[in-house]
Antibody, heavy 120, light 110 residues
Framework: EVQLVETGGGLIQSGGSLRLSCAAS????????VSWVRQAPGKGLEFVSS???????SYGGSLKGRITISRDNSKNTVYLQMTNLGVDDTAVYYC???????????????WGQGTVVTVS | QSVLTQPPSVSAAPRQRVTISCSGT????????VNWYQQLPGEAPKLLIY???QVPSGVSDRFSASKSGTSASLAISGLQSDDEATYYC???????????FGGGTKLTVL
């Protein structure tokens, strides 16, 4: 069974850094794409970043330059390192498996329950 | 403001049919696949439609989708109260080299 579990969220002061983790089971993060999507309170979904099986990355506009996505194949875990956080980064951060059905971009077939990041 | 434009809200009565539009450009919908997501209140999003018009296993066949040019649409037939949710379209954008989501459409079943 495919599962994704996000951890690492919490309350952090403006200007601080945070690393989120997405532990996957039921599939190998090294063989597929894993992405981060966030949702600010009362707002819509916003793409944050993707890490492709071959190592290529893509980043969403508002966080570009402040985030790094990486993975540890031995732990089957994907990470999102965020720096210089601002109040506008307050959101639920979801990780999702991408392209699991057809290998297509934007096809998020499994999602975690999310981790809450609050920037004060 | 999202580059993929959706109506903020739609409403219809039970057992009726409703459509939700998603308008983009040649750099996203016009050149790439569209996926649709359903987000129930307090829950993570769920893949509803993939590869423009394909319904994943386990999703009701009351949901369907289509695409023409730079626009896509999601249709829900036989509306039920538990269809009340926010629906999002998503597509890759060649210019941004990133995935775009629509702003979301909140469906109310009257």
């Amino acid at each position: 069974e495919v599962q994704l579990v996000e951890t690492g969220g919490g309350l952090i002061q403006s200007g601080g850094s945070l690393r989120l983790s997405c532990a996957a089971s039921g599939f190998l993060v090294s063989n597929t794409y894993v992405s981060w999507v966030r949702q600010a309170p009362g707002k819509g979904l916003e793409f944050v970043s993707s890490l492709h099986s071959g190592g290529a990355t893509s980043y969403g506009g508002s966080l570009k330059g402040r985030i790094t996505i990486s993975r540890d194949n031995s732990k089957n875990t994907v990470y999102l390192q965020m720096t210089n956080l601002g109040v506008d980064d307050t959101a639920v951060y979801y990780c999702a498996r991408e392209g699991g059905l057809t290998g297509s971009f934007g096809e998020f077939d499994f999602w975690g329950q999310g981790t809450v990041v609050t920037v004060s | 403001q999202s580059v993929l434009t959706q109506p903020p809200s739609v409403s219809a009565a039970p057992r009726q049919r409703v459509t939700i539009s998603c308008s983009g450009t040649n750099s996203n919908i016009g050149d790439n696949l569209v996926n649709w997501y359903q987000q129930l209140p307090g829950e993570a999003p769920k893949l509803l439609i993939y590869y423009d018009d394909q319904v994943p296993s386990g999703v009701s066949d009351r949901f369907s989708a289509s695409k023409s040019g730079t626009s896509a649409s999601l249709a829900i037939s036989g509306l039920q109260s538990d269809d009340e949710a926010t629906y999002y379209c998503a597509s890759w954008d060649d210019s941004l080299n990133a995935i775009l989501f629509g702003g979301g459409t909140k469906l109310t079943v009257l």
